[in-house]
T-cell receptor, first 111, second 113 residues
Framework: AQSVTQLDSQVPVFEEAPVELRCNYS??????LFWYVQYPNQGLQLLLK??????LVKGINGFEAEFNKSQTSFHLRKPSVHISDTAEYFC?????????FGKGTRLHILP | NAGVTQTPKFQVLKTGQSMTLQCAQD?????MYWYRQDPGMGLRLIYY???????DKGEVPNGYNVSRLNKREFSLRLESAAPSQTSVYFC????????????FGPGTRLTVT
């Protein structure tokens, strides 16, 4: 069955520094992969998704992710974070017509 | 467009009480979902409705029931609340299932004492 593993439950990073949030998936078939973001006290919203085509996917707010089939990874990156990026980030995979979410990574921005 | 709305925003129940969480979407979406979010557990699917008139169990359905009242509305009922059901509940909708973007409501924070 398809699933995702987010390797870090929390990631602290200084403001204006780059960040990478790691996600690995398990699947032997074609995958549809997603990153969702949850700002404090809100519901989730889609950051970006990979369905097919270019392995580098650009999303909202300057985030991007790279699909790596050989390493079964879909890591999320941003070259320079801002205090407003403080949120929880969820990697997700499509399975049986539903979305399966990882356990989430909290991004803490340090001043 | 309001998107996905949920009521109530907060609720405190005593063990054994019942309640219904309401969800509505105004995007003419076919699919709707109920999730619960617990610390360190991510989001877990309780029930979903692929289209009007159909409902199916998700990962954690025990203790819950759902009703897809019409295309807009999808309610979640707790018949006899238990402390283990203390959680934040999110409703979501999407045009269809699978890889379509899901749109989330603001959540209901439920405490069962």
């Amino acid at each position: 069955a398809q699933s995702v593993t987010q390797l870090d439950s929390q990631v602290p990073v200084f403001e204006e520094a780059p960040v990478e949030l790691r996600c690995n998936y398990s699947s032997s078939v074609s995958v549809y992969l997603f990153w969702y973001v949850q700002y404090p006290n809100q519901g989730l919203q889609l950051l970006l998704k990979y369905l097919s085509g270019s392995t580098l996917v650009k999303g909202i707010n300057g985030f991007e992710a790279e699909f790596n089939k050989s390493q079964t990874s879909f890591h999320l990156r941003k070259p320079s974070v801002h205090i407003s990026d403080t949120a929880e980030y969820f990697c997700a995979v499509e399975r049986d017509d539903k979305i399966i979410f990882g356990k989430g990574t909290r991004l803490h921005i340090l001043p | 467009n309001a998107g996905v709305t949920q009521t109530p925003k907060f609720q405190v129940l005593k063990t054994g009480q019942s309640m219904t969480l309401q969800c509505a979407q105004d995007m003419n979406h076919n699919s709707m979902y109920w999730y619960r979010q617990d610390p360190g557990m991510g989001l877990r699917l309780i029930y979903y409705s692929a289209s009007e008139g159909t409902t199916d169990k998700g990962e954690v359905p025990n203790g819950y029931n759902v009703s897809r009242l019409n295309k807009r509305e999808f309610s979640l009922r707790l018949e006899s609340a238990a402390p283990s059901q203390t959680s934040v509940y999110f409703c979501a909708s999407s045009e269809r299932g699978g890889f379509y973007e899901q749109y989330f409501g603001p959540g209901t924070r439920l405490t069962v004492t």
